[in-house]
């Protein structure tokens, strides 16, 4: 009984921790190698925004997700130009998500 209670303690606080999370993640689409072409489905990570300068854990997301978005805007505002390549059509997408790298 008392490994049960633990365990569904050690849960709790577990599942807190990850709702409270103050990270966010700056992703990217990329160009399959193979074929050349563009790949909307690659996730790429790009930078972890994870900061805690501030006192509550709303606060720090919030300042992370800001710094998160201000460099979405930057990268994509200065997409590469490939002159005569087969890249300069090519728009790669940023994105930020919640939490840390993920697959």
């Given at each position: 009984?008392?490994?049960?209670?633990?365990?569904?303690?050690?849960?709790?606080?577990?599942?807190?921790?990850?709702?409270?999370?103050?990270?966010?993640?700056?992703?990217?689409?990329?160009?399959?190698?193979?074929?050349?072409?563009?790949?909307?489905?690659?996730?790429?990570g790009?930078?972890?925004?994870?900061?805690?300068?501030?006192?509550?854990?709303?606060?720090?997301?919030?300042?992370n997700?800001?710094?998160?978005?201000?460099?979405?805007?930057?990268?994509?505002?200065?997409?590469p130009?490939?002159?005569?390549?087969?890249?300069?059509?090519?728009?790669?997408?940023?994105?930020?998500?919640?939490?840390?790298?993920?697959?």
């Open positions: 009984m008392k490994k049960l209670l633990a365990a569904l303690f050690l849960g709790i606080i577990c599942s807190c921790a990850i709702e409270g999370s103050a990270e966010f993640t700056l992703y990217r689409t990329g160009i399959d190698m193979p074929t050349q072409k563009h790949d909307e489905t690659l996730r790429i790009i930078a972890t925004f994870d900061l805690l300068p501030l006192k509550s854990v709303e606060d720090n997301a919030k300042y997700l800001a710094n998160c978005e201000f460099a979405q805007e930057l990268f994509s505002a200065s997409q130009h490939y002159r005569g390549s087969i890249y300069s059509t090519i728009k790669v997408k940023y994105w930020c998500e919640k939490g840390r790298f993920k697959k």
